[in-house]
Nanobody, 126 residues
C-alpha cells in the first residue's frame, strides 16, 4: 500500500484546512485508514480513523467536533477536514493504513497501522 498525504500549510487560529491522502495498492489488505500527528519533540498521536467497510469513524478527544475524517466512494482517497484550528494543532500530519483485521477494536493504536505516508505540515499561527 502506498500513501501520499498533502494539503498542509500555514493557517491562522480559527481557520480551516483539508488534508488529503491518496491511497494505492492492494485493496483487500486494507481495513482502516488513520490520521496521526506529531509535534516537535512529542510522540506521534492518534487523530482520527475510518473503517473502509462501513465507514465507522473514531476521533481523539482533542479534535472531536472540529475534525472530520471521510473517504471517497472509490476508496482511493481519505480526507481530514479541520476547522476551528488552534495553535496546539500544529504538527506534521501522517496518514496510515491498517491491514490488521482487528483494527476496529483498536483504531487508535499506532502499532496496528503498517503503511505510512510521508507527512504534511500544518502550522496554526497568527
Amino acid at each position: 500500500v502506498q500513501l501520499q498525504a498533502f494539503g498542509g500549510g500555514l493557517v491562522q487560529p480559527g481557520g480551516s484546512l483539508r488534508l488529503s491522502c491518496a491511497v494505492s495498492g492492494r485493496a483487500d489488505s486494507r481495513y482502516a485508514m488513520g490520521w496521526f500527528r506529531q509535534a516537535p519533540g512529542m510522540e506521534r498521536e492518534f487523530v482520527a480513523a475510518i473503517m473502509w467497510s462501513g465507514g465507522t469513524r473514531y476521533y481523539s478527544d482533542s479534535v472531536k467536533g472540529r475534525f472530520t475524517i471521510s473517504r471517497d466512494n472509490a476508496k482511493t482517497t481519505v480526507f481530514l477536514q479541520m476547522i476551528s484550528l488552534k495553535p496546539e494543532d500544529t504538527a506534521t500530519y501522517f496518514c496510515a493504513s491498517s491491514s490488521y483485521r482487528g483494527i476496529i477494536l483498536t483504531p487508535m493504536s499506532r502499532r496496528h497501522y503498517h503503511d505510512w505516508g510521508q507527512g504534511t505540515l500544518v502550522a496554526v499561527s497568527s
